[in-house]
């Protein structure tokens, strides 16, 4: 998203269910990774232990193999294939993350705090926000607790047009974790399980 709420060029909507919730995200696929997996038959990577030994590595530069802690070389023995390179005593992280979630969005009937934090699931790695289809009443308490989490609200119930009760806190910087990689893997399994037009010709 940007500063005026709007979606950023090439952002696709998919309704996807994620972190027990079913959820309407925003997403920017990487089209260069998505067809870089599909050459080499990359499938989603859904090892949280194995992604976060391959976060300690920088993409596409060489790390001697010595460097690493036994550890670290043993999570990456576990890594499928076209996710790393190794040769010369060194090993390139190839894989990243498939897409970036920019929004997600979860519906409700009714203005409550289970609502918020349903949305709140998706906060530690995306703008989150509550879309209400059911009567107003509550919802003026709702956004006002949804304002303190930053987490945005949008009521649709009799409207032509939604009203945005409160912007999502979009100036927020997320810290690249193992957890939101795996998140952006399993959205992106889910996609790919959805629609195998979504893969980009090799």
Same mark, same amino acid.
């Given at each position: 998203?940007?500063?005026?709420?709007?979606?950023?060029?090439?952002?696709?909507?998919?309704?996807?269910?994620?972190?027990?919730? &079913?959820?309407?995200?925003?997403?920017?696929?990487?089209?260069?990774?998505?067809?870089?997996?599909?050459? &080499?038959?990359?499938?989603?990577?859904?090892?949280?232990?194995?992604?976060?030994?391959?976060? &300690?590595?920088?993409? @596409?530069?060489?790390?001697? $193999?010595?460097?690493?802690?036994?550890?670290?070389?043993?999570?990456?023995?576990?890594?499928? &294939?076209?996710?790393?390179?190794?040769?010369?005593?060194?090993? $390139?992280?190839?894989?990243?993350?498939?897409?970036?979630? @920019?929004?997600?969005?979860?519906?409700?009937?009714?203005?409550?705090?289970?609502?918020?934090?349903?949305?709140?699931?998706?906060?530690?790695?995306?703008?989150?926000?509550?879309?209400?289809?059911?009567?107003?009443?509550?919802?003026?308490?709702?956004?006002?607790?949804?304002?303190?989490?930053?987490?945005?609200?949008?009521?649709?119930? @009799?409207?032509? $047009?939604?009203?945005?009760?409160?912007?999502?806190?979009?100036?927020?910087?997320?810290?690249?974790?193992?957890?939101?990689?795996?998140?952006?893997?399993?959205?992106?399994?889910?996609?790919?399980?959805?629609?195998?037009?979504?893969?980009?010709?090799?």
């Amino acid at each position: 998203m940007v500063a005026d709420g709007s979606l950023l060029p090439g952002t696709t909507v998919a309704e996807v269910q994620a972190r027990g919730v &079913q959820a309407v995200l925003a997403v920017r696929l990487n089209t260069a990774e998505m067809r870089r997996r599909a050459r &080499q038959g990359v499938a989603p990577l859904l090892n949280m232990p194995v992604l976060d030994a391959l976060m &300690q590595l920088p993409a @596409d530069l060489p790390v001697p $193999v010595e460097s690493l802690t036994e550890r670290e070389r043993m999570r990456l023995r576990c890594c499928p &294939q076209g996710s790393v390179e190794q040769r010369d005593g060194h090993i $390139v992280r190839r894989l990243v993350a498939p897409l970036e979630v @920019d929004l997600a969005v979860t519906r409700t009937r009714k203005p409550s705090a289970a609502a918020l934090r349903r949305a709140g699931r998706f906060g530690p790695y995306t703008v989150s926000a509550v879309w209400l289809d059911g009567p107003a009443t509550g919802s003026e308490l709702m956004a006002i607790e949804a304002g303190v989490y930053g987490l945005g609200v949008v009521r649709a119930a @009799d409207r032509e $047009v939604p009203e945005l009760m409160v912007a999502p806190r979009s100036s927020r910087r997320f810290v690249p974790t193992a957890a939101g990689w795996l998140f952006a893997e399993q959205v992106y399994a889910q996609l790919l399980d959805a629609s195998r037009d979504l893969l980009p010709t090799p």
